[in-house]
């Protein structure tokens, strides 16, 4: 058993009745507990009625209380209670601390998990064979196109990154066929850059995404980096699909660096030496 549970819980969040939303935010943030619960534990403890978390129960597709604990139980045996997150204006700064880490946590471990590794080994190479990479993303997804673009330069690759629709599209029209796009978002339904990818493809240009499958975006994309991450509805909720690029770029960088060889490697080494004047010594350290 995955996190699907959860994952399925924060899906219907929003659809739930408001008693059933007390009852899956309950069951979030307090999993271990509620599989030793009666069903009249979890009522008192939801402030629903009985007949609510029976209601709940069969939203998602179990039989009655009894088969939910069992599936909830066989989830937590396989390590995936990390995939839930939650919130009440009550909660201490503990409870919602712990709950965050938590959460991005269960989310990297879900991406990890269903990576596609040969799409990933062909967007290492695509990358690693480009004459220019270029990074494009809005909002969140902009400031982590920016970060890849400040990883990918030291890869001795001309690299750029754009936040701006207008820039966006006059970067794509003078791609060519040996360029490559890195676009970035977490909904994959951003109409202004599936329209900035449609010009980079016109050009010849390899388009890789990071995005959710059956997305707009992903069906635009010449390599699509499959990112599902079913954030929350609440308002308080981080949006950790953000970490999860972040981690993404980290491994299409490794991939790059190993892909280029030891010659890439020494000039690393020289940008690190680089930056040595500019900071104060560890201690101990001659200044």
Sequence with gaps: MSSALFDEMRRRMEHFRRSEQKVARFVLRHPEDVIHMRIVDLATEAKVSEPTVVRFCRALGCNGFQDFKLKLAQMLATGSQFAQFSMNDSDSVAEFAHNIFDSTVGTLLSVRDRLDHAALGKAVNALAM??????YGFGASGAVAFDAQHKFFRLQISTAAYSDPHMQN??????TPRDVVVAISQTGRTRALVASVRLARETGATVIGLCPSDSPLASEVTLP???????????YTPMSSRVAHLVIVDVLAVGVAKTRGPKLAEQLQSVKKSLVPLRYPDAGEDP
């Design 130 to 135: 480009a004459n220019r990479v270029e990074f």
């Design 170 to 175: 006059m970067s794509a029209v003078t791609l």
């Design 225 to 235: 980096l499959y990112i599902d991450v079913q954030e929350d509805t609440e308002i």
